[in-house]
Each structure stands twice: as C-alpha cells, then as structure tokens.
C-alpha cells in the first residue's frame, strides 16, 4: 500500500473523529424528522431524529408502478431493508404513464394520468409506514430511445400539444441511450443543441416535475436524485436541482438532492455542493468489466481521493444500485460490493434489480440482515475506515472500521489474517466473529489491548470480526 495513500486515510479518520464528537449546528436542521444529513457525522443519515444507515434491495426500479407493491414492500421490511429506489418511469404501457391518455389513442401534456400519480403516492405513504426511505430519480434517459421513444408520450406523434416541426424532436432516436445526445436533455437556453422550440418542451418538462413534488413534499422519507446515469449537460442538472430547491424553499420544506452521471465523474456534484448534498456513487460499485468501476482496494483510493475533495464540507455517499451484470458469480460479487461499501464509508447500499444486480434475492436478504446483527454491537456512525491500522495486509484482504475506545470491525471477503494495531487502547475487547456464509454469531472472548494482534478468520468464506469496549455476547 502506498504511504500517500495511508497518510490521506490517516487524516480522513482524523477529520472523522473531529465530526463524530462535535456538536450539531442547531439552526442548521429545521425538522428533525425528515431524511437528512446527521449532524454529528454528516457522512451518514438521519431519519426521525436519529442516524440510520440505509441498505435495500428491491425487484424493480420503478417500484410505485408494481402491482404487488404492498408486499414486496413488506419483504424488504421483514429483511430489515428500509431504502428502496423510484425511478419515475416513462416507459411502461399506455396506461402507467404519467400524462393522460386520450380516446384518440394519443396523450394529453396538459393532463395527468391519476392512476399513475396515486400509485406514486400510495408508494410513499407505505414506505413512510415501514420506515423505508425512497430515492426518487427524475429523469431516466433510458426512457427517451430507441423503443421506449417510440411510445413515450414525448414523441410528438403520440400527443396532441404539439408536431415534430414545432417541438424540434425528431421521430426516431435509433442510439442506444448511452450513445445517443436526445434533444429532450438540451431544452435550457443556451445548451449545445438548444433551439427555441424547446421553451415549449421545458414547460411541460417543469409541470412534470413540479407534480412529483407537489406529492412527495408531503413525505419526510424522500430522496432526490435529478437522473440515472445521465450524460447531459451539467447545466442540465444544475437547473433541476435547483428547480428542486427553489420549490422546497416556496413550502418551507427541507429537501437532499444529487445527480448520478455517467460513468464514475462527481466533479459536478462534489463542485457545487451548495446545489447538492450527498453524492450518488453508485458508479463507484459497477460492474468489474467496466474500465471506470474501480475494483477492490482501488474502491478506497478512490473514495479517500472524493472525500478530501469535498474540503470541509462531507456529505452522504449513497449507491442505490449496485451493478453486476457484467461479473461471473454474480451473487458472490455483488455482496462484496455491498460490504466494502459499508466498511468504506457508504452511508446507503441497495442491491440492483435483476439481471443487472441480485434484487432482494437470499444472499442480498442475508447481508442486510448480517449488517444490522454488526449494528448490535457497534455503530457505523461512531467509526472510521483506519486501513492504515492493519499490518501484514494483502491487497483487498481486509478492511477496517474503528473508533478509539469504542470498537473495531474487521470485514474479511475470504479467509485471511491481519494484524490489527490495538497499541493506543487500554483495558480489555469483548471478541467475537460474524460468519457471513451462515449469518450467524460465533462465541466470543476476551482480549487485551495496547499490543498488535493477529486477527485469523476461523474457516474459509467472508468473515466479520469484531471487538467492542463493552463485554458480553
């Protein structure tokens, strides 16, 4: 490991320290309930007046639109999940869109489709009643091409509020979204392919989003994030998130907005954190294959690298998805994700959807589960990642969080052994293991401190070991 890299962790978890025992600026948080940054560690949230770290799973993306909703909800509450992602779909069948659907066969812009909009907030009101926190995304550009173009109500052949001539959309976007440059994302004045069509097309794009707000302001379990994987203009973003804001502002409500873009870049998010207040990392946790997703111990270089970049401002890091559709073992991977995630400072992880993750399938149930049996001992609030306190470490071996006086965790993908610097504490650890292949508790001892210790997992497969201040087991 390289000693820049150690030193800048070092003075991470020093900074940490400093957050997790400062007191909250009070005229800061002006409802405590709602879903926030915690004050004492503000790289971790807040709900109801208390911290609470967000983990989930779910079968779909868009999931106000299931027809089972009430019971997959109630599946991921009995796995102890409470964060679940919204992405307000355009693409489903004529009568799941958000804007009415005619006799005529065509859409009206000027009108709402209530079923979809009733779905939307009977989802919130259910995920408020089993303490599920819903990040909602804005806009999908995966909703704007190729076949999903073709029927959304946008393409002007399919409403009655304007033609292809007047609107500036073509008929057609044949790119793959990730390819393609829709028109749909340049209608602010001053945008690369902007044209004066398009103050028409910003009108009903604000109406949209200014309904989703009208419903979701009456939720204090809301996220916002202004769209998936996007590769629009920044200004795009920038406007939307301040769209957000301005309306919050209006309703005296507290609103946490970011922006997921494309591939691994935050610059936008993490330069104007007077827009944003948490990042969307998921991109950090995508597919193996991708030359942009790091892989293992690059995972903490570059999260150590975003943190110091947010100077004296740190803020959540979130990842709603993570993304194994291009790994083998799929299932082993993506719950490897998950646990790095958490022991590098992640303060809300959601297993993606099938094909592309393992949803809320028995190993996802099964390390959510794991991770709240951690959080009966230790808080992920009250620690640090201290890499730099493990010695004899192999690349991805081992990675640690840690709070003087207060307890260390050691998550171990595969059998492994470290040693652990416990020379700065005194008094004796109360040490037990997590076996994460069986979700169960291995019987605990005694330790003593103020020496380096050998940390062994006791068997093959991912372990957690844990040593707490206080006794028992």
Known sequence: MKIEFVGRLAIWALLMTHLVTSSPAGDDVFDQNRIQPYPLNPIYWQYQGEPVLLLGGSKTDHIFLLDDLETHLEEIADSIGNYVRCVMSQREGKNLKPHRLLPNGKFDLNLWNEEYWRRFAECLRLCKEHDIIVQIEVWDRFDYSREQWMGSAWR??????????????????????HRGDHPFFHTLSGSRKYNPYFDGILDYQERFVAKILDISFQFNNVLYCVGNESSAPSEWSHYWAGFIRAKAQEEGVRVEVTQMNDSARFEDVVNHLDRYSFIEGSKLLGPRRQAWAPKGEELATRLVSLRNSMS????????VKIITNQDTEIARYSVQKFWRGLFLGFAAIRFHREPAGIALTEPAKDAIRAARMLETRIQFWDLAPRLDLLRERERDEAYLLAKKDIGYAVYFPEAGAVELDLQE?????????????????IAGKEMQAGRNTQIATPGEGAWIAVMTARSGG
Do not use: H
């Open 156 to 177: 002007p052949v399919n409403n009655i509020n304007y033609e292809s001539e007047e609107s500036g959309f073509s008929d057609r976007y044949t790119q793959p979204a």
């Open 312 to 319: 004296q401002k740190l803020v959540p890091i979130n990842a």
């Open 425 to 441: 504490e005194a008094g004796n650890f109360y040490f037990e293991w997590i076996d994460l292949s069986n979700v169960e508790w």
